[in-house]
């Protein structure tokens, strides 16, 4: 694996732990100040910036405060070029399971989630 690789899969690990533990910090930690998740909802396209939700995730209880099962997966990573990278993931809040798409910027030497885009499955 290269050290790209290896520094955008740290990347991806924050946002999967902060996501578990609802650490707002860790995930702004991860995410470039500019980003924002974007779904589709049945109603249209949602687009959330990335502070709004910082303050959804510090006002909710966090999976692992709840005991919920973590369910990560990277299932890819494409680097495009020097300081462009794609990742394809799993992650759950259950019953809420998604798939997220990540699009990642290396920004002042770092690796950065620029933006967010995901699809969300509700089971049981």
Known sequence: MTDEKAAIEA???TYLDGLYE???????SAFHPTSALTSEDGAGVKIVPRDAWLDLVRNRPSPKSQNLSRHDEILQIDLAGPTTAFVKLKCAIPPRFFTDYLSLLKIDGRWQVAQKV???EVRG
Do not use: I, P, T, Y
């Open 11 to 13: 990347v991806v690990k």
């Open 118 to 120: 995901f699809a969300v």
């Open 22 to 28: 609802g650490d707002a910090e860790k995930l702004a």
